[in-house]
């Protein structure tokens, strides 16, 4: 024990010199049935491939979009997921053989929904693939009874593993897809407005995109489209994908002389997350918005994207970057390059600029329009708002984001987010002024899943996955896993905190007095008010996360991770816990 001690100095020093942004490990691991994090799990015999959600605006109803299937599960009390209503919508025979015939695998010729989105006070719609034929419905959400039945092209994929996006403002229906049956048509549309518009890849709007999300901004009276597509603007490299954001008013009704039943406000900008002199993280995974502050600037909503590399000798697998809305907003009112329409290539605007591009109302005005035609890709690319790359993962690939902002007992608002992996763990990670920091990773998918959805429910503090494996709920948090002060506080978790009147780890949520808690350091001699040795360590894993040759070392009640020194198979730095 006593020639440990100068070991354990210098590896305090490494850990301090050599701080967590670089060793993104999870503090604790919780595989499927660990007693600590018990998820809610609705799987039933019939009902596959459970992967579009909807959330009710009470948070009590989810709305499941499946393989044949709608249904609504009861999610109004923790731990209890119960199916509602469910309606059944299957191809009939003849498009199921029309589906094989044309090559389709069975398999694939089923009808998988991938719209699911509230229309109006009465109605839902809903589109699935519908044995590569896509179809659209009209849902009652008081007795959930389908009317209608019709042609769900240009708002849903033909292909199930397709990606796409949809989001319905004002009763009208905002959309990004593959729009036909060969895969090789893209568009961007609005179905059951005022004015129907559309915008494909002809006169190079777009080339070969995948699209992965969309929000709408009321302050702005934008729909904001967010995508990867193949570069044209840097033509040194031959298939180069590059990271997008794209942006349309609301308001537009097409061009009036030219550009009819066309976009007029279309407008795309580069997203970048990219360290300076790393390799990029050029291909956009899933991106989440996250409001400001009630009462705030709506210029600092931001948006937390997950972006991995085209190489994979980039410093890391994956990334996440996060971009302000004010900062959008000042690249797409900067200038713009030039499409050359014979070449499709871009290039430096000469002339002098006419318009605005992405102006809305710009309908009648058609000069402006000529010019918004080839120019309408902005030459600033919108760069991760404050400090660069919010954090950038080496061993792990996520696929899907979720986010929101929760307030710490000091009065301190910190984000989190939850990130999943592509092995199908949920990693809940804190974002603190020295870096992030993951709280746990939580298994909740035992196989990689091809399409699967993530979505925050904040009202009722879960988090729901939607996969082929059936629907998961994870609550955010279970502060009564930390059986003592120490270990409550040096998990650094906005939710948790030691109260000391029920001598438990509670929920922040659930409390209204002061809390022992220190998200930002993990301090336990000042949070807990008690004196621990400096150079002892308490071990801080849990579960099997526990790689040989890694280990946490928390010292003197902060807690930081560091390197472990591995000697003769055991490895050095797995100190005893607490008592
Ligand atoms: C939270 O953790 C405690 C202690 O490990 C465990 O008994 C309880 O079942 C857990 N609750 C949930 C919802 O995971
Ligand atoms: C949520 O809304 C549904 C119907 O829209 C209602 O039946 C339910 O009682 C509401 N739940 C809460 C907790 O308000
Ligand atoms: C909602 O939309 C459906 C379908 O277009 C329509 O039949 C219904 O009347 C609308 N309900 C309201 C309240 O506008
Ligand atoms: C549907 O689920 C099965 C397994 O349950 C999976 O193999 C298949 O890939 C899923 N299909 C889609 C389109 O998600
Ligand atoms: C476009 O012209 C029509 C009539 O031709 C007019 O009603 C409308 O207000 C004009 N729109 C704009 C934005 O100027």
């Known amino acids: 024990m006593t020639d440990w001690a100068p070991t354990w100095r210098v590896l305090v ?3 301090l010199l050599d701080t967590c942004q670089v060793l993104l490990i999870p503090r604790t691991t919780f595989i499927t049935g660990s007693p600590g994090r018990s998820l809610t799990h609705f799987i039933s015999p019939g009902i596959e491939n459970t992967t579009t959600l909807l959330l009710s605006n009470n948070g009590s109803t989810l709305y499941v979009g499946a393989r044949d299937a709608v249904f609504s599960l009861n999610v109004g009390r923790p731990g209890i997921m119960e199916i509602r209503s469910k309606v059944d919508w299957s191809p009939a025979e003849k498009e199921l053989q029309d589906c094989t015939r044309k090559g389709k695998s069975e398999m694939d010729c089923h009808n998988f929904v991938r719209v699911l989105q509230f229309l109006n006070a009465t109605h839902m719609y809903a589109c699935g693939t519908f044995a590569f034929k896509p179809t659209c419905t009209y849902i009652n959400r008081k007795d959930f009874s389908p009317t209608g039945q019709e042609v769900g092209q240009g708002r849903c994929p033909y292909d199930p593993y397709q990606r796409n996006t949809a989001i319905a403002v004002d009763g009208a229906l905002y959309t990004g897809t593959v729009a036909n049956f060969m895969g090789d048509r893209h568009v961007v549309s609005r179905f059951m407005s005022h004015a129907d518009l559309r915008l494909d890849e002809s006169q190079g709007w777009l080339k070969d995109p995948t699209f992965v999300g969309s929000t709408f901004i009321p302050s702005e009276g934008k729909v904001y489209y967010f995508f990867r597509e193949t570069s044209m603007e840097y033509t040194f490299i031959n298939d180069y994908s590059i990271s997008r954001i794209a942006q349309v008013c609301t308001s537009d009704v097409g061009g009036k002389l030219i550009m009819q039943n066309q976009w007029t406000s279309f407008a795309k900008a580069q997203l970048r997350c990219q360290a300076d002199t790393e390799l990029p993280f050029n291909i956009i995974q899933d991106i989440v918005t996250l409001p400001p502050p009630e009462g705030d600037n709506p210029d600092d909503t931001l948006f937390y994207g997950v972006f991995s590399s085209q190489w994979s000798m980039a410093s890391g697998q994956s990334a996440v970057c996060s971009f302000r809305l004010g900062d959008i907003k000042k690249v797409f009112a900067g200038n713009y390059m030039k499409l050359n329409r014979n070449t499709l290539q871009w290039g430096p605007r000469h002339k002098e600029k006419v318009a605005n591009p992405g102006e809305c109302g710009l309908s009648n005005a058609t000069d402006k329009l000529w010019f918004v035609k ?17 954090l950038v993962s080496p061993d792990q690939l996520y696929s899907r984001i979720a986010a929101q902002r929760t307030r710490a007992s000091s009065g301190k608002d910190f984000t989190v987010l939850f990130l999943l992996t592509e092995s199908g763990f949920l990693h809940k990670t804190v974002l ?24 925050l429910s904040i009202t009722k503090g879960v988090v729901f996955v939607g996969s082929s494996e059936g629907v998961f709920e994870v609550p955010v948090s279970n502060c009564s896993f930390y059986l003592n002060c120490a270990e409550c506080v040096l998990a650094q978790d906005p939710f948790c905190g030691w109260d000391p009147n029920r001598l438990s780890c509670v929920e922040l949520s659930t409390i209204s007095s002061d809390v022992a808690q220190d998200v930002e350091f993990g301090n336990v001699n000042k949070a807990c008010k008690i004196q621990t040795d400096p150079y002892i360590c308490i ?3 849990h579960g099997p996360s526990r790689k040989p040759g890694i280990c946490a070392v928390e010292y003197g009640g902060e807690a930081s991770l560091s ?16 008592p």
Do not use: M, W
């Open 13 to 15: 020093l490494v850990g």
């Open 432 to 455: 603190l002024d020295k870096g992030p920091h993951i709280i746990e990773e939580i298994q909740v998918l035992k196989q990689p899943q091809s399409v699967k959805n993530l979505l």
């Open 539 to 541: 071990c801080s894993y």
């Open 563 to 578: 390197q472990g020194i591995q000697t003769g198979g055991a490895t050095l730095g797995v100190p005893k816990r607490q």
């Open 374 to 390: 080839e120019n309408f890709l902005a030459e600033g690319s919108v760069e991760p708002g404050d400090q660069g790359l919010t």
